[in-house]
């Protein structure tokens, strides 16, 4: 039986999004959120369904997890749920499988100008029980994957950048830094990797997601020269990469959520319309990325858009405020799930704005672990400031129906949404929720709000109790719910089918004045 205290710990969010799994933060600098280390726990366990003598282990290591949460040993945990996971994917821990699960890349630079010699140091995050006598070796090479190969494709060798005898044993204690010549490498995504041996024997290996852009440097100077003379937004538009290549390279952003190639690619590009135009966003239309400097954070951030080819400046038109789910980003809603949701918006006639969040993991404002740390919780303020930031920057920029404002999530963005929906009513002329859940003390005020929501009953990641459970006390206080429940469906491939039935029920509700304000 599912409780309401576990569905709370696994009603944190979507991990897999089309082909994109928990797998893909792997190689990010930035550690993976404990959060999201615990969904993929969460979810693996719901999937497995370990019996016997395996669930009596992970059991027990779940009460170790909970222990070392407690007492804020995040090394501990991840390697608490390293082992735990070994387990429900049926491979065995060993004292190599514990060894490589310490091992980690870490440099100051993820985003890097070939040009300038390239530092990694190899490092552990936990002190591994295996035993060591000698000092050992490290073979580091540079890998991408070749065109045209599939996803799962072993990756091409680019180059061997060297092995190194006398490796210390505790990589903690005395790091392992290699100072790597990437000269002559073009532009593109790779992969360096570690293998770390004894003798003959390899312990483990880690790798690092790298991208690699020729003249980066120059670039960044051209950026940082244009946005000086520009005025917001198109300051923060300028900025953006050169912002957050800052925070990658600090270890605060995971690589795989910012897309170097593409942010830099379209910074040049708005440069050039910039030198033709007062104003180079006048009359565009379709999928766009803006950004914004959000204060309180000192960060611009980014969000994605869709116009519709209709749009006409001084016409209201609806808009869709999309949440993503944990582990995603704000282009997630146009990339994945079929990218339905930007051609409904194009059919209807509504305008898009998809928020990150502050981070990948921000919750809008909803506490889901019911942590007092303040780090958390200033990401937590800090991902519902966004939110109502990009709310307001849409409403600055294009003539929005202030009567007809939706907002709808998947995952942590349904949850999100009934969060925020719960301490900001008045906006809103309808929620749109996917696989989530709700607080059902909050159901009374959001009872005018009309609401539609979709849940599959075979969710390993959010038990669909907590859809159940908020639809019934919706309905208890009179609200205009419209529930389907997917029979056999998962915590993902209910969306994008549904989405067109979310934009019917959009359309049919009522206007709250006579005429668009």
Not at 155 to 177: H, S
Not at 374 to 402: G, I
Request: aromatic share 6%; glycine share 8%; proline share 5%.
């Amino acid at each position: 039986m599912i409780t309401r205290a576990t569905t709370r710990r696994l009603a944190v969010g979507c991990l897999i999004i089309g082909s994109a799994t928990v797998a893909s933060l792997v190689s990010a600098q930035a550690p993976t959120g404990l959060l999201s280390l615990s969904v993929r726990h969460n979810t693996l366990k719901n999937t497995a369904r370990p019996t016997g003598e395996i669930k009596a282990q992970v059991d027990s290591l779940d009460r170790l997890i909970a222990q070392a949460n407690r007492l804020g040993r995040s090394a501990e945990v991840r390697r608490l749920y390293a082992h735990a996971n070994t387990l429900l994917t049926r491979r065995q821990w060993t004292a190599e499988t514990e060894y490589a699960a310490s091992l980690v890349l870490r440099t100051d630079r993820q985003v890097v100008d070939p040009s300038v010699r390239w530092p990694v140091r190899v490092e552990q995050i936990f002190a591994p029980s295996i035993e060591l006598t000698r000092p050992l070796t490290a073979r580091i090479t540079l890998r991408q994957r070749a065109a045209g190969t599939a996803a799962n494709a072993p990756l091409a060798v680019v180059k061997e950048l060297g092995t190194f005898d006398g490796v210390p044993r505790d990589l903690r204690d005395a790091p392992f830094v290699i100072d790597a010549n990437l000269q002559g490498i073009a532009d593109g995504t790779y992969q360096v990797s570690v293998d770390m041996l004894d003798s003959a024997r390899t312990l483990g290996s880690a790798s690092l997601s790298i991208v690699v852009r020729n003249g980066l440097n120059t670039t960044v100077a051209r950026l940082q020269e244009a946005a000086d003379a520009a005025s917001e937004p198109l300051r923060s538009d300028l900025l953006f990469p050169v912002d957050r290549l800052r925070h990658v390279n600090n270890s605060r952003i995971a690589l795989g959520t910012f897309n170097a190639a593409r942010a830099f690619a379209a910074a040049e590009s708005l440069l050039v319309r910039m030198k033709a135009s007062r104003d180079p966003w006048a009359g565009r239309t379709g999928d766009l990325k803006r950004h914004y400097l959000l204060e309180g954070a000192g960060e611009i951030m980014p969000y994605r858009l869709y116009i519709p080819k209709s749009y006409k400046p001084g016409t209201a038109m609806p808009l869709i405020i999309a949440l993503h789910g944990l582990g995603a980003t704000e282009d997630s809603f146009f990339d994945a799930y079929g990218r339905v949701l930007p051609k409904l918006a194009e059919e209807r006639g509504y305008i898009v704005a998809a928020p990150l969040g502050y981070r990948v993991d921000g919750a809008y404002g909803v506490s889901l672990t019911g942590s007092r740390d303040a780090a958390t919780q200033r990401v937590q303020a800090l991902s519902e400031q966004d939110v109502l930031q990009v709310f307001e920057q849409v409403k600055a920029l294009y003539s929005v129906d202030a009567d007809r404002v939706f907002l709808m999530g998947h995952s942590m963005g349904a949850i999100g949404t009934w969060g925020m929906a719960a301490k900001r009513p008045e906006p809103w002329a309808g929620l749109g929720a996917f696989s989530g859940f709700g607080v059902a003390s909050t159901a009374s005020t959001i009872r005018s709000i009309p609401q539609f929501v979709v849940h599959g009953d075979a969710d390993p990641t959010v038990a669909v109790s907590g859809s159940r459970t908020m639809v019934a006390a919706l309905k208890e206080v009179g609200a205009n719910v419209r529930y389907i429940e997917v029979p056999g469906g998962d915590h993902s491939n209910v969306v994008a089918p549904h989405l067109p039935a979310m934009f019917d029920f959009f359309d049919a509700i009522p206007r709250r004045t006579a005429s668009p304000r």
